[in-house]
């Protein structure tokens, strides 16, 4: 468990047994909890068994272990749970059933229920699972032991109609302890769209997001709320967030929505976002970059850069030269949507200086092309071929001023006419690393036998924490094709990466370290993919990084898992 969840587990838990000391399930909980952190766990029952109320010393003698000395004015129905819990641990399952006769209250039927299990009694465990949930039908944590133990053979149809029916109507309620353990039920039954749905009612009640907003969000809670709003008609975002908090909350939504094909919704999420005070830099760029391409009005979009290169000026560490350069770069193609070309030729200069190559340089060629100086177009084309673009040998045909083959005058461009920052030109030679070792975070392996995507990064790279995430949302959305996704650092000191990681995680990659495999793939540059072959070969190289390319790999991949190749 990770420390996070594992303090807001104890959160929850310490409220719960606030509002009910002698709640033997919340006690059983919080001791799972603190199954990690034995020396808090003997303290914290301890000081209960010293000075606690007659219940919860009761309660903290079971949980220490000692032997049962009920206090005096203990409830005795706490007290028969306590003895049936006791030979319980001590596997001593008929004496435990028998301390639990005569007793009827939902905590009682529960521990029945497990006991049951226990003792592999499928007629009777459905027996009691039938009586249970009649008595207290809105009561679903009593099933919990089918869940633990798996023991889902015992509901037959006429009992599974009646479980997912009263879970039904516990979502459409308002009460979010019922939609809680509703999600909690078919979680354990393995109804995941209808536990998703639960989960979006959780949040239009705003209720899992009021504890979370007490402290900062990691970026897996943002992608997980995202999740959730994707899944609701009109968006309801969690109160007490902060903006830049909801802001990822709305992009890893629109990103949802433009996974499934529902390009309006994220379009409305993506102008959403915009409106949220405290959007960072990248957020901006992200969500303009996708507007653009919906069909954005361009007079709309120059106002929308300008925006953005104040809060970059304001957010200068969020905001690398490489981000200004794609502002300038969007405002270069609106100017040229408003055919005001020597303006557009302007700020496709400047875009090319920040970095933004060689997407500004072929730019700079199409608006040259258009003024009619096909002389100047030409060497912005060769310039940008010379970057790394591809595809323009007809362009450098057309517009060439020289007799001969263009492709000298490509090769002899030093190629080093842009910034750090921005994506430089990389080499294509034919590399195998089948058989290389690398250090992965489960131990020593290599990479071959199928189709691996490889993301070089490093914890001092700025445009690496903007690729890392797209790079997960790419995993994620292909968890289910036979690709592995890994994420290689390259950092000087591993504790470098670990304690990135542990701030920004990306669930859906495996994780390396490993600078020597950095070293054996001629990686000369910061952020750089490879796709390997099943053979481990290198199939595709890209060096530098760019808003939404890493998603757009997922039909190429899914060719190439097609392809057999």
């Known amino acids: ?85 006791r030979h319980w641990e001590l596997g001593e399952v008929p004496a435990a059933l028998q301390a639990l006769e005569g007793l009827n209250n939902p905590a009682a039927a529960e521990m029945r229920l497990g006991l049951l299990a226990t003792f592999e009694r499928p007629g009777a465990l459905r027996r009691e699972a039938r009586s249970s949930l009649d008595a207290w039908p809105r009561q679903l944590q009593i099933l919990r032991p089918l869940f633990e133990g798996r023991e889902l053979g015992v509901l037959d149809r006429g009992l599974r109609s009646q479980v997912l029916s009263t879970a039904a109507e516990l979502v459409a309620g308002d009460d979010p302890v019922g939609v809680y353990r509703a999600h909690a039920l078919y979680l354990a039954m393995g109804e995941r769209q209808l536990a998703l749905a639960a989960s979006a009612r959780l949040v239009a009640l705003s209720e899992p997001e009021k504890v979370a907003a007490h402290r900062p969000w990691s970026d897996s809670m943002a992608r997980d709320v995202g999740r959730l709003l994707a899944l609701q008609r009109t968006p309801h975002l969690p109160e007490g967030a902060t903006g830049l908090e909801q802001a990822k909350a709305l992009a890893w939504a629109a990103r949802e929505k433009e996974r499934k094909g529902q390009t309006e919704a994220a379009e409305a999420l993506w102008e959403q976002l915009l409106t949220v005070e405290g959007v960072s830099p990248p957020l901006m760029l992200e969500a303009l970059q996708h507007l653009e391409r919906s069909g954005r009005s361009p007079q709309q979009l120059l106002l929308d850069a300008e925006r953005l290169r104040v809060a970059a000026a304001r957010d200068p560490l969020r905001a690398p030269d490489a981000l200004l350069g794609e502002a300038w770069l969007l405002s270069a193609r609106s100017h040229r949507r408003l055919s005001q070309l020597d303006q557009a030729l302007v700020a496709a200069d400047l875009a090319a200086a920040l970095g933004a190559v060689p997407q500004a340089l072929v730019l700079q060629g199409e608006l040259l092309e258009q003024l009619g100086q096909p002389e100047a177009a030409f060497f912005a084309y060769a310039e940008a071929a010379a970057s790394g673009a591809e595809g323009l040998d007809e362009r450098l045909a057309r517009v060439s001023p020289l007799p001969g083959d263009p492709e000298r005058v490509v090769e002899a461009i030093p190629g080093a006419q842009r910034t750090e920052s921005g994506p430089e030109p990389v080499a294509r030679p034919a590399q195998s690393l089948a058989g290389t070792p690398i250090q992965l975070a489960g131990g020593e392996g290599n990479l071959a036998g199928g189709w691996t995507v490889v993301f070089f990064w490093a914890s001092w790279c700025a445009p690496c924490h903007l690729e890392l995430p797209e790079a997960d949302l790419l995993a994620q959305a292909m968890a289910d094709d036979p690709v592995r996704f890994v994420a290689v650092s390259v950092d000087a000191k591993e504790g470098d990466a670990r304690r990135y990681l542990s701030k920004h995680p990306t669930p859906n990659l495996e994780q390396a370290w490993d600078p020597a495999f950095g070293e054996a793939a001629d990686i000369q540059g910061l952020p750089t993919l490879l796709i390997l072959s099943p053979e481990g070969d290198v199939v595709k190289r890209r060096q530098g990084y760019v808003t939404g390319e890493v998603t757009a790999l997922e039909p190429e991949l899914r060719a190439l898992l097609n392809s057999g190749d």
Request: avoid cysteine; proline fraction near 8%.
């Open 1 to 85: 468990m990770a420390a996070e969840d594992l303090y807001s587990a104890m959160g929850h838990l310490d409220h719960a047994l606030s509002e009910d000391p002698a709640d033997w399930r919340a006690h059983q909980l919080f001791r799972d909890a603190l199954s990690e952190l034995p020396w808090l766990q003997h303290a914290v029952y301890r000081g209960l068994l010293e000075s606690g109320t007659p219940e919860e010393r009761l309660l903290a003698q079971l949980a220490l272990g000692e032997p049962l000395d009920p206090p005096v004015g203990v409830d005795p129905a706490l007290l028969q749970l306590a003895w049936a819990q």
